[in-house]
């Protein structure tokens, strides 16, 4: 038996099919399509490579776990990131990510059908750059007449992970579950979605890093913190997915109860657009005490925003006001330091390897392939004529319209 995927062309060609809803399960054959869609990016980690070896095997094991109700997720990594803003992750092993992979794609198909078209975190089609449209036209909707006022009002869910609580989100997925899935594996899915909702990350988990990390997180941002049986683990599929359908019901509160027609969430950072000033203050106490009665969370009290449409709003690190979209600053920011942690590789002793150059261009084209979007020619420009080292430069090749960079290719003689 072959220990790599690629050993086995004809499972990844079925793999590769989308599954047909009218058929009966296939319990192997959805962990095979679950497990190459959940190594696609991952598949350079520890624990991706240790369930490569013998990947077959592994995914047999599953199989049995899941079909005999045995399935309890394993332990995950704790570590701290500090960019965009300093945040806790747990990561799951990958065995568990193949089952949060499963597991959603049976469930995302009758979510999309359940979401409104004004969230827009972890849905196909619907990401940063959507989201900012729909942002967008909003704002531009109070522009004619011209003699018309409108304002934005921006909030946000104070420790919004760390306060999901496990028992009212379960119920409400399992009532969604009976009620519209339909498949023969209901009590599977069901099963699982309880192991995945009520694991508890934070104990028996792996640090990667030092306890030091942590200094100057706030508790309501950890989990290690969280109130009893409340929270979810920032990294996992599911937990972003789950988060959605958390706030499904709030979404409709705000367009149907509230009559709130311009409105936008990304996660828990929302907007709302209306052409009364007062109108939309007085909404404030509503959404706090639906927030506090029905989901057991509050809003941030200091991040809270009012401004006159033509000021615009920031979100999803864009500026956007009335018929224009810049990136705002943190981005800005954030590219800079990519840029020059990439100008300091040119100073270490080993060689660059070309992994680590292909590397390099996806991180580039990662910020320039959404920056393109909006009104940043010179500041692309600038990046990469100034910003960027020459040494760099020499080595890419760097359209006039600054979209996408690329490797030049080797000498015949390299």
Not at 66 to 94: D, N, Q
Not at 106 to 120: A, C, G, Q
Request: charged letters at 25%.
């Amino acid at each position: 038996m072959s220990a790599t995927a690629d050993a086995f062309p004809r499972e990844k060609r079925e793999c590769n099919r989308k599954p047909d809803e009218a058929r009966a399960p296939d319990l192997p054959l959805e962990l095979f399509e679950a497990y190459y869609s959940c190594r696609r990016n991952k598949r350079n980690t520890p624990s991706a490579l240790e369930f490569e070896v013998h990947f077959e095997r592994e995914i047999w094991r599953l199989h049995d776990e899941i079909k005999s109700g045995t399935y309890r997720p394993g332990k995950c990594i704790a570590f701290i990131v500090e960019e965009p803003v300093k945040r806790e992750v747990f990561a799951s092993g990958f065995r568990d990510r193949v089952v949060h992979h499963w597991l959603i794609e049976r469930l995302n198909p009758l979510f999309e059908k359940l979401f409104i078209p004004n969230s827009f975190a972890c849905r196909p089609g619907k990401g940063t750059l959507y989201g900012v449209r729909r942002i967008a036209r909003g704002l531009n909707s109070f522009r004619f007449p011209a003699d018309q006022e409108g304002y934005v009002l921006k909030l946000d869910i104070r420790g919004f992970f760390m306060h999901i609580n496990r028992h009212i989100l379960y119920q409400k997925l399992e009532a969604f579950i009976h009620k519209f899935y339909n498949r023969s594996d209901r009590d599977r899915v069901l099963s699982i979605s309880h192991q995945i909702i009520y694991h508890q990350p934070a104990v028996n988990c792996e640090i990667r890093g030092s306890r030091k990390d942590w200094q100057g997180l706030p508790h309501d941002k950890s989990l290690f913190y969280a109130p009893p049986d409340c929270g979810l683990p920032i990294g996992n599929l599911s937990s972003q997915v789950f988060a959605n359908f958390y706030l499904h019901d709030f979404d409709v509160f705000v367009h149907n109860e509230l009559q709130i027609e311009h409105y936008g969430r990304y996660v828990d950072d929302f907007v709302l657009m209306h052409r009364d000033r007062v109108y939309l203050n007085s909404l404030v106490p509503r959404i706090e005490v639906y927030l506090k009665n029905e989901l057991a969370l509050t809003l941030h009290p200091k991040k809270r925003y009012m401004q006159h449409y033509a000021k615009g709003v920031t979100f999803l690190g864009v500026q956007v006001k009335p018929g224009r979209m810049c990136v705002a600053a943190r981005m800005k920011s954030q590219f800079y330091l990519a840029l020059h942690k990439i100008n300091a590789l040119l100073r270490q002793k080993e060689p660059i390897t070309r992994e680590q150059k292909v590397y390099i261009i996806s991180c580039i084209n990662s910020y320039l392939g959404l920056m393109r979007w909006f009104h940043t020619f010179r500041l692309r420009r600038k990046c990469l004529t100034q910003v960027l080292d020459p040494a760099w430069q020499e080595q890419l090749l760097i359209p006039k319209n600054y979209k996408k960079v690329r490797l030049k290719k080797r000498p015949t003689n390299y």
